[in-house]
């Protein structure tokens, strides 16, 4: 039945026709995300995103890639992949086989979803560009065998842009005076996925360099919401500094409060959860003080970030968040790719991907050749970091775009 779906699929995709055959209908795509289980809310809001970017587009006020109409038009499917692997593989071929999209934006926040979802690429020559997935392995896995991910491309920077911000933030605040170096013992509490492994893995490597040491490592499934085993073994090493990564928010505000509870020693670091509004709201006076990374949705100081949150709210009557704004702008690099290649043809439109350089709500979206990774850092998409200051969000790092100095 697999090898009977699998040719009916490559041969539906075997043809493409220029857009000008199309241009009565609209291009078929398709988005995969979490729109069930333990990340629901951010798979939400990457919804939200994607089909705000397709709505704006089709009504002509896309971003376009060409100055001069007419432009493509489009229609978007969006399944659920419940945070499994097996689960988005599945609803992809559904849209590959009833749909017949000529693009996936998938895994639009799981890496360990984006490592399968990438292998369908070669196999049904679908373009392929996920949106959150940071996991440096699906770099390596371009890298690896780049004639085979020809038409895979990855949205985000690898972990260990992360990785890079929390040391060299760390690095600065120390010498700043704002941490204490202590002992340099290192501790993580990350949720047990590829995104978790990978940040950890980054950071170690770049502490032990400067002559930490990691004394405790609590790896928990996706969506865990206790923390007191953890906190116990971790009390009775002592970090110095503790960093956490989770992508479910509910996680994150868990992990937080009870730490508070343990009066947990050292500093502690987050990585991604806090960009989501509800863990503010649900975090209370527990989170006062929280340093993390990255703050790079922030309508509050940005006026462009600003201008998409009311845009969110009068189509969707709830806020914008990072996810929104991400999803927004990779599914624009989809579209805008299409334009671009003039035609439906798969190599065409992952060439066009490829030679993307766009300014977007994010940062500056441009691809490494060499791994089909967005850049990050610099003049690329940026990884500042904040600090919850008097129940709101203040940039803290670097110093040149700071809203507020750092606070012990």
């Known amino acids: 039945m697999l090898t009977r779906l699998l040719a009916t699929s490559a041969l539906a995709l075997a043809t493409f026709a220029p857009l000008t055959a199309l241009a009565a209908d609209d291009i078929p795509i398709g988005g995969i995300a979490p729109l069930t289980g333990p990340a629901a809310n951010s798979g939400e809001a990457l919804r939200q995103g994607m089909e705000l970017a397709v709505k704006e587009w089709n009504e002509g006020k896309g971003d376009y890639a060409k100055a001069e109409g007419p432009h493509p038009t489009f229609k978007l499917t969006v399944e659920d992949n419940n945070s499994k692997p097996e689960v988005g593989v599945s609803a992809a071929q559904r849209m590959v086989t009833r749909n017949g999209i000529k693009l996936l934006i998938g895994d639009a926040l799981h890496s360990h979803v984006t490592m399968a979802l990438m292998e369908l690429a070669p196999q ?4 392929i560009i996920s949106a959150e997935p940071v996991s440096t392995l699906i770099a390596d896995k371009v890298k690896s065998d780049p004639e085979k991910y020809a038409l895979y491309w990855k949205g985000n920077y690898n972990s260990s842009a992360y990785g890079e911000t929390v040391h060299d933030f760390v690095k600065y605040a120390i010498d700043k005076g704002l941490i204490a170096e202590g002992g340099k013992k290192l501790a993580f509490v990350i949720e047990d996925t590829d995104y978790g492994h990978s940040n950890a893995d980054t950071i170690t490597q770049l502490f032990e360099a400067d002559g930490w040491t990691v004394a405790a490592s609590e790896a928990v499934p996706a969506g865990s919401t206790d923390f007191y085993p953890q906190l116990t073994k971790l009390k009775g090493v002592a970090p110095d500094l503790t960093v956490s990564v989770f992508t479910a928010v509910n996680s994150g505000v868990s992990l937080v409060k009870q730490m508070s509870e343990q009066a947990l020693p050292g500093r502690h670091m987050a990585i991604y959860y806090p960009t989501k509004p509800e863990f503010m709201a649900q975090v209370g006076p ?23 949150d009311e845009r ?26 299409i334009e671009t290649a003039g035609s439906t043809d798969p190599r065409a439109i ?14 500056r979206f441009k691809f490494d050749p060499a791994n089909h990774t967005v850049l990050g850092g610099g003049e690329y998409l940026p990884l500042p970091v904040a600090q919850i200051q008097n129940g709101k969000n203040q940039l803290i790092w670097p110093e040149a775009n700071a ?6």
């Open 124 to 127: 049904f020559n679908l373009p």
């Open 286 to 308: 527990a989170g006062e003080g929280l340093v993390w990374t990255s703050l790079q949705f922030a309508p509050e100081v940005v006026p462009a970030h600003k201008a998409f």
């Open 312 to 337: 969110v709210q009068a189509a969707y009557g709830n806020p914008a968040t990072y996810s929104h704004a991400h999803a927004y702008c990779v599914t624009e690099i989809g579209m805008r790719a």
């Open 350 to 363: 992952s060439e066009a991907i490829g030679a993307t350089d766009y300014n977007c709500l994010i940062g």
């Open 403 to 408: 809203t507020a100095p750092a606070v012990k």
